[in-house]
């Protein structure tokens, strides 16, 4: 992942992901990083998801998965003492059947869970 600042720390977001309310994508809380100095910035790295899939913190739609299923974003001034990651299906393909139907493929679809970790880097470091 290309632009990504070295990480000083990185803190994975591991198992808790649990399906959103209306069962379109999965969701995972977790708590502000402790200790984290002004000097520090926070990146938010996520994988294993589709291409295109959308990413969203505490309701703010950050963006979307690259080709490979992977997408980063400095997120220090979204975060609160406690946050919501959520990842929402993408279109993957389009049913060209009579129904007209949309298939969609999300994380969900998967074997595994998003694989999601927090990078704690140098304020200074340029993305």
Same mark, same amino acid.
């Given at each position: ?5 070295? @990480?000083?720390? %990185?803190? &994975?977001? =591991?198992?808790? #992901?649990? /399906? ?5 994508? &999965?969701? &995972?809380?977790?708590? =502000?990083?402790?200790?984290?100095? $002004?000097?520090? =910035? %926070? #990146? ?11 990413? @969203?913190?505490?309701?703010? =739609?950050?963006?979307?998965?690259? !080709? ?10 979204l975060l609160a003492p406690r946050n919501r990651l959520? %990842?929402? $299906?993408?279109v993957a393909a389009v049913d060209a059947s009579a ?8 994380? @969900? !679809? &998967? $074997?595994?869970? $998003? ?11 340029? /993305?």
């Amino acid at each position: 992942m290309g632009g990504l600042p070295p @990480a000083q720390h %990185v803190i &994975r977001l =591991r198992g808790h #992901w649990q /399906p959103s309310a209306d069962g379109s994508g &999965r969701f &995972r809380a977790f708590g =502000r990083p402790a200790r984290l100095s $002004p000097q520090e =910035r %926070v #990146w938010l790295v996520v994988g294993q998801l589709s291409p295109g899939a959308a990413v @969203a913190l505490n309701g703010h =739609r950050l963006g979307t998965t690259d !080709d490979s299923g992977t997408f980063a974003a400095d997120i220090t001034p979204l975060l609160a003492p406690r946050n919501r990651l959520e %990842v929402l $299906p993408a279109v993957a393909a389009v049913d060209a059947s009579a129904t007209g139907s949309v298939a969609a493929t999300t994380a @969900a !679809d &998967r $074997p595994d869970e $998003p694989a999601a970790a927090l990078h704690i880097v140098a304020a200074a470091t340029p /993305p």
